[in-house]
């Protein structure tokens, strides 16, 4: 999951296995971080309309991929 702060809008984006066209669905109601569990948290990072996926298999490989809207 992706919590966006307030800055950006807030919300929170559910990433998944990709089912047909779709890999995210976006919660804009969703206004706080969850805290039971525990959970790494990273800052947010704005890209700028670009899609960032890292996949890791022994090692960490990143791409890039613009977002078509």
Do not use: Q, W
């Amino acid at each position: 999951m992706i919590y966006y702060p307030n800055s950006a809008g807030g919300g929170m984006k559910e990433l998944f296995r990709k089912v047909g066209n779709r890999s995210s669905e976006f919660h804009p109601e969703v206004r706080r971080v969850r805290r039971e569990g525990s959970y790494i948290y990273e800052e947010f990072m704005p890209t700028g309309g670009t899609d960032v996926k890292v996949h890791y298999v022994a090692f960490c490989i990143a791409s890039f991929h613009m977002l078509v809207s």
